[in-house]
């Protein structure tokens, strides 16, 4: 079993930054992909990044791509989410998610945390 924590998350201008964190616990962690998704109100649920269990591979949704970049630190059983240049269309619920069969588009994760607001302010 794995459990999963965000942080990070807050209110800031257009053009700002924010680190989002995934804290997680469970041994096997470091052996899954982990990705980060997002849900604006009234959306759906949408891939953000993902990254493999030894980072060599990255992905992005292309709205964020060149602006966000996802890391792991396994020894301390952390990802994150460095985004920068955000905009208003940026704003919803980040959620990091994983598990054994979670591909690196984002499909089949296990385990979900349980999200971090981001607003970003026009």
């Known amino acids: 079993q794995v459990q999963l924590v965000e942080s990070g998350g807050g209110l800031v201008p257009t053009g700002g930054s924010l680190r989002l964190s995934c804290a997680a616990s469970?041994?096997?962690?470091?052996?899954?992909?982990v990705g980060w998704f997002r849900q604006a109100p009234g959306k759906e649920r949408e891939f953000v990044a993902g990254i493999t269990w030894n980072r060599i591979l990255t992905n992005y949704a292309e709205s964020v791509k060149g602006r966000f970049t996802i890391s792991r630190d396994n020894a301390k059983n952390m990802v994150a989410l460095q985004m920068n240049s955000l905009k208003p269309e940026d704003t919803a619920v980040y959620y990091c998610?994983?598990?054994?069969?979670?591909?690196?588009?984002?499909?089949?994760?296990?385990?979900w945390g349980q999200g971090t607001q981001v607003t970003v302010s026009s």
């Open positions: 998610a994983s598990g054994p069969r979670m591909t690196l588009t984002g499909g089949s994760p296990s385990y």
């Open positions: 469970g041994q096997t962690f470091s052996s899954y992909t």
